[in-house]
């Protein structure tokens, strides 16, 4: 089993009116509630978190990309990964991850995944998600009606930069490019593990068993909304004759860990209730712009009995704005859903053994920052899962060989990274 | 013939509604769907956001006195999914010349509303020979920053109605699934219309047609609902200011975006006087 500490760096000041006052955690929140100076905290706060969670021991540490978002501060992922690859030595970063129709030329995300994965010495894991219609379609203008096949188009590029030893030219429906060649090379070969987020359609489910790639689900409502999409899945990857290696799988969950279920209740509820209730405040107008969702999901979601086997808690083929509204915003109604599992560790490792077995997922992607937690209940979270939770559920699925993790560069090979912070000699005298 | 009330505001009136002719063209591979209904000189029409999922009253008072002929626009209802292959703006403009062409309306009135008046307008200018007499029903194809059309795409579902029309329930008429309909399938092609709009204006709705008004010779008629809350009506004088042939403008009252669903009378007698 392996745990990734996933950072999604929200702003942590949003006004207790905020859901009142405002119409959009996304695409308008105003430009007022953006304090730049109190964000240069919230930024080296998440860092630091981020750095000590491989400092704890996590298997992986991992940023994704949102745009004209209050509750995802990381428009280029890139960057942050970057300074985690000086920061940290052994840790792999995932990247979840680059939206790769939003990217003119794509083969920027092949230079910058590479660069990462350089800089690094090979542990990256380079993730690539269609990006939400907030982030495509409203804050970058992306059409919707031809989001995915560019999606998919800049996809082949980026594997073809990657893979190619020679200057190529691209003639696609959408990119023309006379002189591919990108520098630097990644260090893994043929090229990073590729991981895809995406939501519960099978024309994903298909791609990823095509392509050999790991698919994750990443929802904030929690196992027991995702069960209905994660045996969709492998029903799929049955049907294809794919083996059941939990390690085809990634899922996101929020945890709160702490020495009693009580006291766990207690820490976490703030945090919680600020995400659930500001963080996932999406104005419904960002929610279906059209051709987003394609026709056959469309129709999935209409006929699926799968959804109406899940009822309410299901996600399958609703648009934003309906699962937003649905969902539990104070404490009682988030823990009773699933979609922050509290406890003891004891507890805690009990659920997400039952979860991680149930989904059959091998890596579990886990929220360990929430909302407006600082920096020192996150820490707290943080050690006591890798210290408590972590050891009982490290050997679950050890039958499986876990074929898409990163192969770094054999550590005598790496570069020797100095004692951080640098500080100017003369400061650092005084 | 089917007997149905009429607008609800005159609901002692009531008009004869009754089934075109329905027939296929091909295009781009897509089998596309032409409605003939009426005789008399021909008169094309080419419809707005949502597109045409049922004959609607203001067809029948063109088809009381001209031949009109409603060829589906690629993605629009009867148009299949003709729009996935359209990637860009010359794709689309060559795309509605070939339809306009193919349903026999060559040198014929041409009607275009909202989406379809964006094109009717981009056919007029760059083949003066297919277009006798035009007339646009709040086009698309402009953008002015300082007052920009509203986005039809980013809106609550409850919103959309009183957006469209001035009187809401003229669009959940369009709308509203008939009797026996596909439950699975007709939502879809709701949506699919309006992605095939997006798939063409994405984001702004603005095709630069500004550029070719200039080559549009053909007489225009510009009509405009009073109560038009997609497209201001400065777009108007922007459209007249720009179009080459002689233009008049004509505001609807009691008509929002779509006026021919508001107000199909005074839309359709207007049209038939200008192309008389």
Same mark, same amino acid.
């Given at each position: 089993m392996k745990f990734m500490w996933f950072h999604l760096?929200?702003?942590?000041? #949003?006004?207790?009116?905020f859901r009142e006052k405002h119409?959009?955690?996304?695409?308008?929140?105003?430009?007022? #509630?953006?304090d730049p100076k109190r964000a240069h905290h919230m930024y080296n706060d998440f860092m630091d978190e981020l750095e000590y969670a491989a400092e704890c021991g996590f298997d992986a540490i991992c940023v994704n990309e949102h745009h004209s978002n209050g509750y995802g501060l990381m428009p280029s992922p890139n960057l942050i990964a970057t300074s985690l690859a000086r920061r940290t030595r052994e840790t792999p970063i995932c990247v979840m991850g680059n939206s790769l129709a939003l990217y003119n030329p794509p083969t920027r995300v092949a230079e910058e995944f590479a660069m990462i994965d350089v800089i690094s010495g090979g542990r990256l894991i380079a993730g690539f998600p269609v990006g939400t219609p907030m982030d495509t379609c409203f804050a970058y203008g992306q059409n919707p009606s031809m989001l995915r096949e560019r999606y998919l188009e800049a996809h082949d590029l980026v594997i073809r930069a990657w893979t190619e030893k020679d200057t190529f030219a691209f003639n696609g429906r959408f990119n023309q490019q006379r002189y591919v060649n990108i520098w630097p090379r990644p260090v893994q070969q043929p090229h990073p593990p590729v991981w895809i987020p995406g939501g519960g359609s099978v024309e994903t489910w298909r791609w990823c068993a095509e392509k050999d790639y790991v698919y994750c689900y990443l929802s904030y409502y929690g196992y027991k909304a995702g069960k209905a999409i994660m045996d969709g899945f492998w029903a799929e990857m049955d049907r294809l004759g794919k083996d059941r290696n939990p390690y085809r799988a990634g899922f996101l969950q929020f945890v709160g860990v702490a020495e009693t279920r009580e006291q766990a209740m207690e820490l976490y509820k703030e945090p919680a209730e600020y995400f659930y209730g500001r963080c996932l405040h999406v104005d419904g107008r960002w929610a279906t712009p059209p051709g987003y969702v394609t026709e056959a999901t469309q129709r999935a979601g209409l006929q699926s009995q799968v959804a109406k086997a899940a009822g309410s808690e299901s996600t399958l083929g609703k648009g934003t704005q309906e699962r937003f509204a649905g969902t539990a915003k104070d404490m009682q109604g988030i823990v009773d859903r699933g979609y922050v599992i509290i406890g003891s560790p004891d507890e805690v490792a009990e659920q997400l053994r039952e979860v991680a077995t149930s989904l059959n997922v091998g890596h579990f992607m886990l929220l360990l920052q929430y909302g407006n937690m600082n920096k020192e209940l996150t820490k707290y979270n943080t050690r006591l899962f890798a210290e408590k939770v972590m050891p009982k559920l490290k050997d679950l699925f050890s039958e499986w060989e876990d074929r898409w993790w990163p192969k770094p560069m054999a550590a005598a090979e790496r570069a020797v990274l100095p004692d951080f912070?640098?500080?100017?000699r003369a400061l650092a005298a005084e | 013939m089917l007997l149905r009330p009429a607008h609800p505001s005159n609901p002692g009136v009531r008009v004869s509604v009754s089934d075109p002719e329905v027939s296929f063209v091909e295009l781009n591979g897509v089998q596309t769907r032409v409605w003939r209904k009426g005789s008399g000189p021909r008169i094309g029409f080419l419809a707005g956001?949502?597109?045409?999922?049922r004959w609607i009253p203001f067809l029948d008072r063109l088809a009381e006195t001209r031949t009109v002929i409603v060829p589906s626009l690629p993605g629009f209802p009867g148009g299949g999914r003709g729009h996935a292959q359209l990637d860009d703006q010359l794709d689309w403009v060559v795309a509605t010349r070939r339809l306009v062409g193919l349903a026999g309306l060559d040198g014929a009135d041409l009607v275009g509303s909202s989406v379809g008046g964006a094109l009717a307008a981009e056919v007029a200018a760059l083949w003066p020979e297919a277009v006798r007499r035009l007339a646009l029903i709040a086009p698309f194809g402009l953008y002015e920053e300082a007052e920009p059309p509203a986005d039809p795409w980013a809106q609550r579902a409850d919103a959309v109605p009183a957006l469209l029309c001035a009187d809401p329930e003229n669009w959940r008429r369009l709308k509203a699934p008939p009797e026996g309909a596909n439950s699975i399938e007709w939502p879809i092609e709701q949506t699919r219309a309006s992605e095939a709009a997006a798939r063409f204006l994405w984001p702004l709705g603005n095709t630069r047609l500004a550029k070719r008004?200039?080559?549009?010779?053909a007489p225009t008629l510009l009509l405009w609902g009073e109560q038009d809350r997609v497209m201001p009506r400065s777009y108007a004088d922007r459209f007249a200011k720009g179009i080459a042939g002689p233009s008049e403008i004509r505001i609807i009252p009691g008509a929002g975006h779509l006026a021919e669903l508001d107000q199909p009378d005074e839309v359709a007698k207007a049209i038939l006087a200008w192309t008389a």
């Open positions: 760096m929200p702003y942590t000041e #949003l006004p207790d009116d119409p959009s955690v996304w695409v308008d929140i105003h430009s007022s #509630l953006f912070t640098a500080t100017p | 956001l949502g597109g045409l999922p008004l200039p080559l549009i010779q």
